[in-house]
């Protein structure tokens, strides 16, 4: 008996673990499994190979070439006679070209592509931190409407109690039927309003089911983050942080240096490149020999139509361009944290008003319905309290939310996932 009990028992605390779901996980399950992830981490896998394009500009080109001719015809003077002569002819050679300086153009090719890749991983700490941001935002909503449903099923039960003492004291001839009727409007009032709460809780957990991958079930037990979430450091050395560490400003000063590369690279098409050839060919063409070659070449280009100064100029306002999105990144960044500082300083407010409104509420409801027994106040005294009430709990819950969201909304400007 006291083992089957047992049995029982920990198959009882296997069916509670599997209903929980903590936010960690829901974060790291959405960055295992979303679209959005994938294609960014495609995108960081994509730029190494533009790194490998890069380099093999600088690694020895090797090509073989063949011909071969069933016939062909072959020119010979003799005595200032041109005579002419058809034959087959064979012809085989392997022609190697090696850059040897070409003003530090693909240098620049490479070291741009270098730093495309890391803006590549950039972007991708960027998806990884919008996506636990939108991950929390869904989960503690799940958790506000879940606790709402629960404040809108007691607001609703009680109304249901209040309607049944109202049609006793009517029987009793202590009330008229225009407090049953008032209360029992009241009660449908509720049951609707616990529906409306119901479907956005549903709407909720079909939005985080879409981030993780997996359905989020109705009967979930969930953290409540929502109290424990706070910010300890200064206004000052937060907004450093954020300055320091925000991904989309560290993206845009990474672009600033690849274009700043290309630039240099565009440049030195101006001047060519100094290339090293080197080949062996074989001919059979009515004469049998061989024939090879070793030797530098020189390539300047004098006049390409405009198109590389076109070029030159096309990469400085680039450059530029992105020099002015990284200024209006940190000045876009600077308005946001203010902004988010004194909504979390008006949250703090709220909260302790909310606190304060609600103990009050709730002492108002308990003298009211004693006082509403015993017939020395009105229905219409009761259904204010009971207004009052479930106004202060959800209210406290909505700005609790609002609260941890500016304080997500921070973190992730500061780059963070978990």
Avoid at 378 to 401: M, N, S
Wanted: hydrophobic residues 40%.
């Amino acid at each position: 008996m006291l083992k089957i009990s047992f049995i029982l028992f920990v198959l009882f605390s296997l069916q509670v673990q599997a209903k929980t779901l903590s936010l960690e996980e829901c974060i790291t399950k959405a960055i295992q499994t979303h679209p959005d992830i994938k294609s960014a981490t495609l995108a960081v896998k994509q730029t190494k190979s533009g790194i490998d394009v890069a380099v093999s500009d600088y690694l020895p080109q090797v090509s073989l070439s063949a011909e071969y001719d069933a016939t062909r015809t072959y020119v010979l003077p003799q005595n200032g006679i041109f005579n002419t002569i058809n034959d087959s002819g064979l012809q085989a050679g392997v022609t190697l070209n090696q850059k040897v300086w070409d003003f530090s153009k693909t240098t620049s090719y490479i070291e741009a592509s270098k730093i495309q890749e890391a803006i590549a991983k950039l972007s991708l700490q960027d998806a990884k931190a919008l996506m636990s941001y939108n991950v929390k935002l869904q989960y503690e909503l799940i958790y506000v409407y879940k606790e709402a449903i629960d404040v809108r099923k007691k607001d609703m039960q009680a109304k249901k109690e209040l309607y049944n003492q109202a049609n006793s004291l009517v029987k009793l001839g202590m009330k008229t039927d225009a407090d049953a009727s008032r209360f029992l409007s009241s009660y449908y009032i509720a049951e609707d309003n616990l529906a409306i709460a119901q479907a956005n809780y549903d709407k909720a957990r079909l939005n985080l089911s879409s981030f993780i991958g997996e359905k989020v079930q109705g009967n979930i037990t969930l953290e409540d983050t929502l109290s424990t979430h706070k910010i300890s450091v200064t206004n000052t050395l937060l907004y450093k942080s954020i300055l320091e560490s925000n991904l989309g400003v560290a993206t845009l000063l990474k672009s600033v240096q690849k274009d700043e590369l290309l630039y240099k690279a565009t440049k030195a098409s101006h001047y060519g490149s100094l290339d090293m050839v080197a080949s062996y060919n074989y001919q059979d063409t009515l004469n049998e020999y061989d024939s090879t070659l070793l030797g530098i070449t020189l390539k300047i280009p004098l006049y390409s139509g405009g198109r590389t100064s076109a070029l030159v100029q096309e990469s400085f306002l680039e450059r530029k361009k992105t020099e002015a999105l990284l200024d209006a990144k940190e000045l876009a960044l600077k308005q946001e944290f203010g902004s988010l500082i004194i909504d979390l300083a008006r949250y703090e407010k709220t909260i302790q008003a909310k606190n304060a409104q609600l103990g009050s509420a709730q002492k108002t409801k308990v003298l009211l319905d004693a006082r509403y027994k015993e017939g020395l106040s009105t229905y219409i005294e009761v259904l204010d309290a009971t207004f009052l009430l479930l106004d202060a709990k959800l209210g406290l819950l909505q700005e609790k939310y609002s609260k941890s969201s500016a304080i997500n909304r921070i973190e992730y400007l500061q780059g963070k996932i978990l």
